[in-house]
């Protein structure tokens, strides 16, 4: 059983710049691999970004490619999501997401593929 607790989210203005924190549970979190997911108001969820294990493969969705970064520290069982030039279609409930994989470099982008979830943060980007 892992338990997934995001942090960082908060109320910021176009072109600004937050810090996602997801603190894990358990001494396995090497084993899984992470994602990011975010829920707009009447959308569906969509994927964001995942890394691998080992933290040496990243994905990325187009819409926030070049201005997002994920990472990981193992030591600390820990993923962050680095968001810069954030944009008012930002706004939504990030959440982080984990599943056991064997592979180092295994990658998910599908939410059905992820077997714990945290509660969320919300992110609001105002124009």
């Known amino acids: 059983q892992v338990q997934l607790v995001e942090s960082g989210g908060g109320l910021v203005q176009a072109g600004d710049s937050l810090r996602l924190s997801c603190a894990a549970s358990?001494?396995?979190?090497?084993?899984?691999?992470m994602g990011w997911f975010r829920q707009a108001p009447g959308k569906e969820r969509e994927f964001v970004s995942a890394?691998?294990?080992?933290?040496?493969?990243?994905y990325y969705a187009q819409s926030v490619k070049g201005r997002f970064t994920i990472s990981r520290d193992n030591a600390k069982n820990t993923v962050f999501l680095q968001m810069n030039s954030l944009r008012p279609e930002d706004t939504a409930v990030y959440s982080c997401?984990?599943?056991?994989?064997?592979?180092?470099?295994?990658?998910?982008?599908?939410?059905?593929?992820?077997?714990?979830w945290g509660q969320g943060t919300q992110v609001t980007v105002s124009a």
């Open positions: 890394i691998s294990r080992s933290g040496g493969s990243t």
């Open positions: 997401a984990a599943a056991f994989v064997t592979g180092l470099h295994t990658l998910k982008t599908d939410a059905r593929g992820y077997d714990y």
């Open positions: 358990g001494r396995t979190f090497s084993t899984y691999v």
